[in-house]
């Protein structure tokens, strides 16, 4: 399925992603997820797009076919690209029933709350395992430690003996 190249818009106009994320009114972490394929760009930001570029139309940044990524398998994704995943089905979702019910239940709202939420949880992820490794590390080094006073307490007794 084609989708806009919203990082060479992006960059050709020495534009940062969280700068755009901020005029789209989305998080960085969400249009990471679009400029990666993970998560599909929604329509109404799509001529937002083109006002906040002064673009007509976005036809010559339409990119698909074989350059895309291969789809991964649920079992093949991180708990990051499961969650875009599935905050892509949710809005699919809101949109089918704003179109149905021909009025707006604020799912975007929500959405911005879930993608935060979501990019507050991985941070704390990344900070717990950073943690963790730091951990690791040291006790692997009182380990040592202790390796070498028992070496050292056998050597005593040895002498002793």
């Known amino acids: ?88 089905r949710f809005h699919e979702q809101a949109h089918q029933k704003d179109s149905q019910e021909h009025h707006h239940h604020g799912h975007h709202e929500r959405m911005s709350m879930l993608e935060e939420a979501n990019s507050r949880l991985l941070n704390r992820i990344d900070a717990l395992l950073e943690r963790n490794d730091r951990l690791a590390n040291e006790n692997d080094s009182l380990r040592q430690e202790i390796d070498g006073l028992r070496k050292q307490l056998y050597e005593l007794k040895s002498l002793k003996s």
């Open 1 to 88: 399925m084609p989708r806009i190249d919203i990082a060479r818009i992006r960059k050709e106009r020495n534009m940062s992603q969280s700068e755009l994320a901020q005029q789209l009114q989305i998080t960085q972490s969400f249009l990471s997820a679009i400029e990666n394929g993970k998560s599909p760009l929604p329509p109404e930001k799509e001529a937002k797009i083109m006002e906040i570029f002064g673009l007509e139309s976005l036809d010559s940044y339409f990119i698909g076919g074989a350059q895309e990524a291969p789809a991964k398998s649920i079992n093949d994704m991180s708990e990051g690209d499961l969650f875009n995943r599935l905050l892509s």
